[in-house]
């Protein structure tokens, strides 16, 4: 099984609808990210959290929102879904130390949103 | 404030040939630099990492990288490509003296790495 298991990996939606990408993991590390990921640009930085009462905006937060509920998870929710928010999104962890000192990441397979 | 420039979005090599895939940096501290590779379908996986130690880094599947401050560069190497390599690489920047943490690295645009037959 994936350390980073991120749910659904595909999605298509409609303009206006409500979505939430659901993030798991086992590897016991405190801090936890959601990236996007478009064509080009490499990935931008949305929301990370260092433990579940951390929640800190990213580059790109606006249109988005999200949830610790536990150390575990790490939910990413778009309220009202638009097509520029079309993307490939990234859940990934970093250990505590390690993250902070080397800047390891550890990425899930990614959740393919599209939103018509 | 940070950037780091990929300066090739394809880069096409044949089998068995070297490969080199460019990187540029800025920073105003003291930079960690690092490569991403991400095979298709599936999620990013540190290649490499550059923190302050040895300024030629060694990473997985043969590849290496080297920080050459003068240049702000840290080109990313291969001395024979595999058809395995196909895939997409980032160049990631962190400035660690800036407060550190993966909420401050900063990836380049990719450059996707195509192998030749």
């Known amino acids: 099984d994936a350390d980073v298991t991120q749910t659904p990996r595909n999605r298509i939606t409609k303009t206006g609808k409500r979505i939430m990408l659901e993030c798991s993991q086992t590897k016991g590390h405190d801090r936890m990210y959601w990236y996007r990921q478009d064509p080009g640009l490499g990935l931008r930085l949305i929301y990370y959290?260092?433990?579940?009462?951390?929640?800190n905006k990213g580059e790109i937060s606006d249109g988005y929102s999200v949830s610790r509920q536990a150390q575990a998870k790490f939910s990413l929710s778009l309220e009202s879904a638009i097509p520029n928010q079309t993307a490939l999104y990234f859940c990934?962890?970093?250990?505590?130390?390690?993250?902070?000192?080397?800047?390891?990441?550890?990425f899930g397979e990614g959740s393919r949103l599209t939103v018509l | 404030a940070q950037s780091v420039t990929q300066l090739d979005s394809h880069v096409s090599v044949s089998e068995g040939t070297p490969v080199l895939l460019r990187c540029n940096y800025s920073s105003s501290y003291s930079p960690s630099l690092f490569w991403y590779v991400q095979h298709p379908n599936k999620g990013l996986q540190l290649l490499l990492k550059?923190?302050?130690?040895?300024?030629l880094v060694k990473g997985i599947n043969g590849f290496e990288a080297e920080f050459k401050k003068s240049e702000t560069s840290f080109h990313l190497t291969k001395p024979s490509a595999h058809m395995s390599d196909a895939a997409e690489y980032f160049c990631v920047v962190s400035d660690r003296d800036s407060g550190g943490g993966a909420d401050g690295l900063t990836f380049g645009k990719g450059t996707h790495l195509i192998i030749q037959p």
């Open positions: 990934a962890t970093s250990d505590l130390h390690t993250g902070t000192l080397t800047g390891e990441l550890f």
């Open positions: 550059y923190t302050s130690a040895a300024t």
């Open positions: 959290s260092f433990d579940v009462k951390d929640i």
